[in-house]
């Protein structure tokens, strides 16, 4: 296992080995890769030349902004199970939920915003 190398460039050679050429000028071959980029791009274009398709990241894990008078006065107020729901995206979790200055949060609203982050990110705005 090689970890913390700065990777040049990446190959598949058509005996489904792979060559790996490190910034150093070394060249490592490999039967099996796994990367891990997190969100580094350049490492996106390693994985297309190789002829996989990656879909581009949405922001996952927030809170809602929520602009209701109905829940001005009751930021800090927890609730222990609470099923929320996006409705038009036919998505619902269950758990605790907190009331903030600024909307809604807890782990039922980080769970359901990770599961719609894409249907969210697309329309920008839904109504509650």
Same mark, same amino acid.
């Given at each position: 296992?090689?970890? #913390?190398?700065?990777? #040049?460039?990446?190959?598949?050679?058509?005996?489904?080995?792979?060559?790996?050429?490190?910034?150093?000028?070394?060249?490592?071959?490999?039967?099996?890769?796994?990367?891990?980029?997190?969100?580094?791009?350049?490492?996106?274009?390693?994985?297309?030349?190789?002829?996989?398709?990656?879909?581009?990241?949405?922001?996952?894990?927030?809170?809602?902004?929520?602009?209701?008078?109905?829940?001005?006065?009751?930021?800090?107020?927890?609730?222990?199970?609470?099923?929320?729901?996006?409705?038009?995206?036919?998505?619902?979790?269950?758990?605790?939920?907190?009331?903030? #200055?600024?909307?809604?949060?807890?782990?039922?609203?980080?769970?359901?915003?990770?599961?719609?982050?894409?249907?969210?990110?697309?329309?920008?705005?839904?109504?509650?």
């Amino acid at each position: 296992m090689k970890t #913390h190398m700065e990777i #040049h460039s990446v190959i598949s050679e058509s005996n489904s080995n792979f060559q790996i050429e490190l910034k150093t000028g070394e060249t490592l071959e490999f039967n099996k890769i796994l990367f891990a980029t997190g969100s580094g791009r350049k490492a996106w274009n390693w994985l297309d030349a190789l002829g996989h398709t990656i879909v581009e990241p949405v922001p996952s894990l927030f809170t809602f902004k929520i602009s209701d008078a109905r829940l001005e006065n009751l930021f800090g107020l927890a609730f222990e199970n609470v099923e929320c729901s996006l409705v038009e995206f036919g998505y619902s979790q269950l758990g605790p939920l907190l009331i903030t #200055h600024w909307g809604v949060s807890g782990p039922s609203v980080l769970k359901l915003s990770a599961k719609g982050a894409r249907e969210l990110f697309e329309k920008n705005t839904i109504q509650f």
